[in-house]
């Protein structure tokens, strides 16, 4: 995705304006690297430019509607899209980290059971620019800080809006553009195997994650709709691709939900699954939803890792970070203060 592709309408201004070629550069290092949110700022554009584009191409393609502080320092940020659609981007601080997880669609069709993005259903894609926004909108609210890691897991399945997140990924990734180096890029998919081959295929060193959440078909197909179209044997085919193409780690993500995933009989069987030694199991506890699913304790948690790893899984267990503002895993549904969706997704 070129600089006119990612901004189509500065691309139409410049054109009926007929501007010098080297405008277009311009104006995509003014909002990738010095991230102007007003054409005002680009201080190196004509007057006359500035006010052309502020009439057809707005420098900021997303509204930043509220910004929502937990006690652990985590950042929530609700956006509206121009067509009125609201998204969520969460900031989460960990030592010298400071990590964004971005959404890349309104909503997400893909159903898992435990998800509150799942239940809002799917409005649209985002388009590239309004992913990548997302990023820069943090990046200027936390300066001097700087945002250290990108990940792509907030609202939406980004292997269903395939070539507008790589676009952003691209400019996120672009020297000329953002310029965060790819392996601290990663991206999460409930599992499409033809997109996980794709995506190891392409030349940047960008992660992957695969939401796993159970070894056994039957229960999989249970809680995430997805397995239904592709079985874990299929799966691990696609991460054993990923792994022999990339030779980089690949993670699994596995939200435990008290009762239904977090038994020995789980690890066992992880273990048996989990067979390569660029294979790490993530761990996370269930965050609420209102979706029926509870939490596994944390103690049975620390088990359940403790056993992963004596079964010789590299195995992590993140913690939650922001739940008290809904901001962790599986909890963005863009809601207003009242608890409901900001704008209705029927
Ligand atoms: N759609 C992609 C990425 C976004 S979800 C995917 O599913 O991978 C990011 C991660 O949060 C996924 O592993 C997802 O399964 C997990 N998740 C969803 N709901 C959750 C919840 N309520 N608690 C904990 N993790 C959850
Ligand atoms: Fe979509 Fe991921 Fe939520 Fe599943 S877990 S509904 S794929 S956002």
Redesign the pocket.
Known sequence: MNAAEFLPDVQAVLEERNEPSYRMRQIYRALTGSLVRDWEEATNLPRGLQAALSEGAPAAALTLERVSLATDGTRKYLFYTSDGHAIETVMIPEKARRTVCISTQVG?A?G?T???TGLLGIKRNLKAREIAEQVFVCARDIAPERVSNVV???M???MLNYDATLGALRVLNDPDGFGLAARHIAV???GLVEKIRRFADEPEQFHL?I?L?TPFEDERRGIMPVAAHHTIPELMDAARYFVARTRRKLFF?Y?LLAGVNDQPRHVEALAELLDHPLYHLNL?R??W?DTGFSATSKADARRFLEYARELGLSATLRPSRGQDIDA????LAAKDLRGRPAIPMA
């Open positions: 997400c893909m898992c435990f998800c509150a792509v897991m907030g939406g399945e980004p999460s998919t409930s994650a939401s959440h993500e939200t996370l269930f965050n939803t962790a895993c599986g909890q």
